[in-house]
């Protein structure tokens, strides 16, 4: 797999409003669908890969078939990562993960109210109100994806403890401008 990281496309959000559109077919009810993802940030290079949160009452009511149908195939991703000297229980980073056939979508399944749902929310509106931060991270995963563009694991390596720097002054943040989960997308 080769990772290259483009320029910011307008496209995406039209991108996201066409999966939403399935996504809502598939999801259980009372989901909410929200673009998250560098995609999701005005300015920010990324892969073109579409990131999108479906937020549920409880992931035991997904059901894989109706994803299917909707035009996403599931994989064997169940977790997220947890940033170092976090200690979590598994269910806090539990997800579902789903990934488009048609359009390039990483389709992420998560449980309203734990760690993971509200940090890819959080990091996404941060990066929103803090271009220079966005822009910092941008230029890591270009430069990541220059060096290194056929290792992905190596890739992620670095990413990875990189954005829990980021969501450590997303927290701040969060709390300084009384942040609250935004409604969906």
């Not at 670095?158 to 829990?164: L, S």
């Amino acid at each position: 797999m080769q990772i290259v990281i483009i320029p910011h496309q307008d496209s995406w959000a039209a991108d996201f409003a066409v999966l939403k559109d399935a996504l809502l077919q598939a999801a259980p009810s009372g989901s909410y669908i929200h673009h998250i993802g560098s995609t999701a940030i005005a300015g920010l290079p990324a892969k073109d890969v579409i990131d999108v949160q479906v937020t549920v009452d409880d992931l035991m009511h997904v059901d894989e078939a109706r994803f299917e149908q909707a035009g996403f195939r599931s994989t064997d991703i169940c977790n997220d990562h947890c940033p170092p000297g976090l200690h979590l229980a598994p269910s806090q980073l539990g997800k579902r993960f789903f990934k488009g056939y048609q359009r390039a979508a990483n389709i992420h399944v998560r449980q309203k109210g734990f760690f993971n749902q509200r940090f890819a929310l959080l990091c996404r509106d941060f990066l929103r109100a803090r271009p220079v931060a966005a822009a910092a991270y941008g230029l890591i995963k270009q430069r990541l994806s220059d060096r290194f563009p056929t290792d992905v694991d190596f890739y992620y390596d670095i990413k990875d403890p990189v954005f829990d720097i980021i969501v450590e002054g997303a927290n701040v943040w969060a709390e300084a401008t009384d942040w609250v989960e935004p409604p969906a997308d």
